[in-house]
């Protein structure tokens, strides 16, 4: 009788283990992901920068060499510039990149995906882009604000041509 | 010289059954030539009782898959039968092995006969009658 | 790697030892762990139907939905929501200590190497399933495990767009999405159940449902956890924000904290070479793979006990191919058949009493061979003096394996204890080669060739054919189940078989050996 006892009792505490365990670490132990202090920068966006380079007639001969189907006129190439990327933060750059165009012929979008924890606080936030051959080392895209950073908020910085430049939210 | 006459009323009409049952008719009377002969040592005769012991424990297994296939009502009685049977040649090894059947070889036959016989009239009649749409 | 086997196998072996006497052999929880995999994942689904149907898939709704679910009435939906997650977690454990513990038995090398490499996509499925439903509560933790796993897959260069992007800020996730995911979490599961049928297939009778009073304790015990710890969302997600403090579940979600330690690289390397190495497992040395057993036509019937016997159907009956009127034959697919000789054990022509040196039968195992086990069973014979003279047949991957002979104890190995054909039981005694036969085998719950003892007790018994003869003296007969753990065990129970063998009549051993059992065969 008191082994068939010893039996429901031994049986009742490894359900009960198993249960405990299963139980807690459905939920816990708790891990910091982020310092609750800390703010989070992301940036991101994915933007074509123009085609620059010239288009060119191409000679008769040329377009005999080529399939009847793809006889164009112009020879336009497809290679996109590399984008230059600039992030600064209180002044200090955190990002200074340049971000290649995507594909295998290079005519993609440059796209970008960081994120940067910072502390909470309120911070001079500058982005810097370049999309465009030049040599005065000037800027095609810049944007400078001020924001007030609660701990464990995500800022984001985006970029859209078409919306005018940089958007931070 | 044959101690079971083989007759087309063996039939069951189940064409694998009746060649295995032709296969130990074959055997038994083969055994009983050698029981004639003056050399029948007791060594053959042990070695073919056997290959009869062998040979009948496959054939039931065959016929008791077959009764379960075509799910043959008298299945149950059957197949105790063939364990009888089984326990049966058992036994007649080990008289013979005791040396039983020294110098009495034709009680050894009668035996088998029996031993076969009985079962084949009864039971494998009775299976042959409801295989064969009786 | 039997240096990594052992020491998991041990480990086992105590833990089994003690579940043995807390559960008893046959509800011990550690001889079903892929049926509780089943019975869990059977709990998952049935919750998720319940959960389902009050469930929003839409973003903005989902949390809420989900809180309405657990909470109002509680006792309904709230309660399938927690079994929901527990038996999930539970699943998980169940599933890592099933492949451990088959890692720890080697039932899963060689030939059985099927059921092993197919249980991989298993695991992935699992977790992608769990993954999926953690995202659906659209929690912070939710928030947590979406943008967390994008930006590890984001690494693999599949992506054009990088799909972290989705979550990007308040707005990004729209209903497509997240729809999709949803979808995710339906279809998921759903092959995962197919992959499931696939991981048995080479497996005759698998156990994918647990004995009752198990599946009712562990019902219960996940029943009285989601009553006592109601499952419990962890406020509604924001992708204006971070989660900072994460409370994952670390049955599913370990890997996340192990990416912003390390790097989404390095994890990916180290899935890939945890996968690697896993899938190699069935090959890695020591690997010896005895000859598959062969068919000798002439003897074969077709009476098929062979394929009903055998444990991971190996054999099947085709139609005849010899011209004998026979309907079939028995056919071994070699490359699943593991050597293990229930095979050779079922068939009705594997008797001893014949004189035949080569003792041919209709299906036999090269290694060994029906005459090599007839020679060793006269050879252990020979080996033992006395009037308590017993032969042990046992098995290799039991108790007996190393059970030491001594002057009147012998023992004949064999790869699996179903190899041995009742007949030989009967030849042993009726030829007086011993007093008494011990049958040694595995232990159910560990059983190495998983039918070997189940079929033997059942021939035994005359309940399974080939059935032991009723003449057999059962007072010189004995058996014992035991796994190698319980070597004292199977000792003590020899000694105490040996202790109530009647004595022999002093007729029979007076009586002649026909065939002189005692010289070499003719």
Same mark, same amino acid.
């Given at each position: ?87 600064? +933060? ?20 440059? @796209? ?58 | ?33 050698? !029981? ?31 009764? @379960? ?28 092995? #005791? ?36 | ?52 149907? /009050? ?45 451990? #513990? ?33 995202? !659906? ?33 308040? /707005? ?74 994460? @409370? ?24 890939? /070479? ?29 009476? /098929? ?79 033992? +003096? ?30 699996? +204890? ?18 008494? +036969? ?85």
């Amino acid at each position: 009788m008191s082994a068939r006892l010893l039996q429901w009792a031994g049986q009742a505490a490894a359900y009960a283990g198993f249960a405990a365990f299963v139980g807690y670490f459905s939920s816990a132990p708790a891990y910091t992901h982020l310092d609750p202090a800390m703010a989070l920068v992301k940036v991101s966006f994915s933007h074509g920068a123009p085609r620059q380079a010239a288009c060119r007639e191409r000679s008769a001969e040329e377009l005999a060499k080529l399939p009847p189907t793809m006889r164009r006129k112009m020879d336009c190439p497809r290679v996109r510039p590399t984008v230059s990327l600039e992030l600064l +933060v209180d002044g200090i750059p955190l990002i200074a990149e340049s971000l290649p165009p995507s594909g295998l012929s290079k005519d993609g979008p440059s @796209r970008i995906y960081r994120t940067i924890p910072v502390t909470a606080g309120t911070h001079t936030l500058t982005a810097r882009l370049r999309d465009t051959i030049r040599d005065d080392g000037e800027w095609d895209y810049e944007r400078t604000i001020t924001a007030e950073l609660a701990p464990a908020q995500n800022f984001v910085v985006d970029f859209r041509a078409d919306a005018g430049g940089f958007l931070f939210r | 010289m044959t101690l079971i006459e083989w007759r087309d009323s063996f039939k069951t009409g189940i064409e694998s059954v009746d060649f295995e049952h032709a296969e130990l008719v074959a055997l038994i009377n083969r055994l009983y030539d050698r !029981l004639g002969a003056a050399s029948g040592r007791r060594e053959a005769v042990a070695a073919f009782l056997g290959e009869l012991h062998d040979g009948i424990a496959a054939h039931f297994a065959l016929e008791e898959k077959l009764m @379960r296939k075509h799910r043959y009502a008298g299945l149950p009685e059957h197949k105790d039968d063939h364990e009888k049977l089984l326990d049966e040649i058992r036994d007649i090894m080990e008289e013979h092995e #005791r040396g039983v059947f020294d110098d009495a070889s034709d009680r050894l036959a009668e035996r088998l006969d029996i031993w076969f016989s009985r079962h084949f009239n009864t039971f494998d009649r009775r299976l042959h009658e409801a295989v064969s749409g009786g | 790697m039997n240096a990594l086997r052992r020491p998991v196998r041990a480990f086992f072996a105590a833990l089994e030892g003690l579940f043995d006497r807390i559960f008893g052999p046959e509800q011990n929880p550690l001889a079903h762990l892929g049926a509780l995999g089943f019975f869990f994942y059977w709990i998952v689904v049935a919750t998720g139907v319940h959960l389902y149907i /009050g469930f929003d898939t839409s973003v903005a709704g989902a949390y809420d939905s989900v809180e309405h679910l657990s909470r109002s009435p509680w006792f309904l939906a709230g309660v399938s929501r927690s079994l929901h997650r527990y038996a999930s977690d539970a699943l998980v454990v169940v599933m890592f200590v099933h492949i451990l #513990r088959e890692f720890g038995l080697d039932r899963c090398r060689g030939v059985r190497w099927f059921s092993w490499v197919v249980g991989m996509p298993i695991i992935v499925f699992v977790y992608a399933s769990g993954i999926s439903g953690y995202w !659906l509560v659209w929690d912070r933790l939710a928030q947590y495990v979406a943008i967390a796993s994008t930006e590890w897959l984001d690494w693999l260069p599949i992506f054009g767009e990088p799909i972290a992007r989705n979550f990007l800020t308040r /707005g990004s996730l729209d209903d497509r999405f997240f729809t999709l995911l949803v979808f995710l979490h339906i279809a998921v599961p759903l092959i995962l159940v197919f992959v499931l049928w696939i991981h048995l297939q080479r497996i005759s009778r698998p156990d994918i449902n647990p004995p009752k009073r198990l599946a009712a304790g562990t019902a219960a015990m996940l029943l009285g956890l989601s009553l006592v710890y109601p499952a419990t969302s962890q406020g509604p997600a924001d992708l204006g924000t971070v989660t900072s403090i994460v @409370r994952p579940d670390w049955f599913y979600l370990p890997l996340y904290p192990l990416v912003d330690f390390l790097s989404a690289g390095s994890v990916w390397a180290i899935v890939a /070479g945890a996968t690697l190495v896993m899938l190699a497992i069935p090959w890695l040395p020591p690997l010896r793979r005895p000859p598959a057993a062969v068919v000798t036509l002439d003897l074969c019937n077709g009476c /098929g006990r062979c394929a009903e016997d055998c444990p991971y159907s190996a054999i099947s009956m085709a139609p005849r191919s010899d011209g004998k009127p026979f309907e079939v034959e028995a056919v071994v697919d070699p490359d699943l058949c593991v050597s293990c000789g229930i095979c050779v054990g079922a068939c009705p022509t594997s008797t001893p009493f014949r004189s035949d040196p080569k003792l041919p039968t209709a299906i036999d195992v090269p290694e060994p061979a029906l005459h090599a086990l007839r020679d060793a069973t006269r050879e252990a014979s020979r080996r033992c +003096v006395g009037d308590r003279r017993i032969l042990v047949f046992g098995c290799l991957h039991s108790a007996a394996a190393l059970q030491p002979e001594s002057a009147d104890t012998a023992v004949v190995p064999l790869p699996c +204890v179903g190899m041995l054909p009742p007949s030989f039981i009967d030849y042993v005694l009726s030829r007086d080669l011993a007093d008494g +036969v011990f049958l040694a085998g595995c232990a159910d719950s560990s059983s190495y060739n998983r039918l070997g003892p189940r079929w033997t007790r059942a021939r035994l018994a005359g309940e399974r054919d080939p059935r032991l003869r009723q003449r057999v003296p059962r007072d010189r007969l004995a058996a014992a189940w035991l796994a190698p753990r319980d070597r004292k065990r199977l000792a003590a129970e020899i000694d105490a078989f040996r202790a109530r063998l009647p004595k022999r009549a002093p007729a029979s051993s007076a009586r002649p050996a026909l065939v002189a059992e005692r010289e070499p065969a003719q």
